[in-house]
């Protein structure tokens, strides 16, 4: 069974960046579409981004699309989004897990524990 854990959240400054990372473990990764989601306090999650099983096709949320750049490394069976110029609205917990990805991002399995996202000076 897929098991993802997220990591490299923490506090950063508005402007700053971060790279955060999605290892799974239980099966190999490159055979599944792999995407992010938030939950910011107080709302609903949003779909940030995803990345197609085969080849180069992404999806981005409009909110993040110039600034998050995500990624995947097959052979490390992790899947990453590089995150520049936050901002105070990214503030969040962030996830990863196995999805739909084209015209928006739709979760389909279970998600990892997540990793916490601060941006504030």
């Known amino acids: 069974q897929l098991q993802f854990v997220e990591s490299g959240g923490g506090l950063v400054q508005p402007g700053g960046s971060l790279r955060l990372s999605c290892a799974a473990h239980?099966?190999?990764?490159?055979?599944?579409?792999i995407g992010w989601f938030r939950q910011a306090p107080g709302k609903d999650y949003e779909g940030v981004s995803c990345?197609?099983?085969?080849?180069?096709?992404?999806y981005a949320a409009d909110s993040v699309k110039t600034r998050f750049t995500i990624s995947r490394d097959n052979a490390k069976n992790t899947v990453y989004l590089q995150m520049n110029n936050l901002r105070p609205e990214d503030t969040g917990v962030y996830y990863c897990?196995?999805?739909?990805?084209?015209?928006?991002?739709?979760?389909?399995?279970?998600w990892g524990q997540g990793t916490q996202v601060t941006v504030s000076s």
């Open positions: 897990g196995t999805v739909a990805c084209g015209f928006g991002v739709r979760a389909l399995g279970s």
């Open positions: 239980g099966s190999r990764l490159d055979t599944y579409a």
């Open positions: 990345i197609v099983a085969n080849g180069p096709s992404t």
